[in-house]
């Protein structure tokens, strides 16, 4: 993460990480999610949410690109394998990232 902002310049921030199992259910509740078994509920998956020039969230498509182009170029500097919410066919989740593991392409 902290490779990424630098590389973004410091635009997002870690909008929702390590989850219990209550929070993942209010995630599917809320449309976050579509499943009840993330990885999020063993820390391994992060939503990056990127913020405009006044420090605001903004889940702008052109800032949530820049996240992603950061978070690629950062994950292959450091040897690390991610799956990203925005490459996914199934379902778009712009803003998560978590490493490689077996729930990978939801």
Do not use: C
Request: aromatic share 8%.
């Amino acid at each position: 993460m902290k490779r990424a902002q630098t590389i973004a310049g410091g635009s997002f921030v870690i909008g929702s990480g390590k989850r219990d199992e209550a929070l993942q259910k209010k995630a599917v509740e809320w449309g976050w999610s579509k499943t009840y078994d993330s990885d999020h509920l063993d820390g391994n998956a992060v939503d990056l949410w990127p913020l405009d020039d006044d420090g605001a969230v903004n889940f702008d498509s052109k800032l949530q690109t820049e996240i992603v182009r950061a978070m690629k170029q950062a994950a292959k500097e450091l040897g690390v394998s991610l799956d990203i919410g925005a490459e996914w066919k199934r379902f778009k989740d712009r803003p998560h990232f978590a490493l490689t593991s077996a729930r990978a392409g939801a």
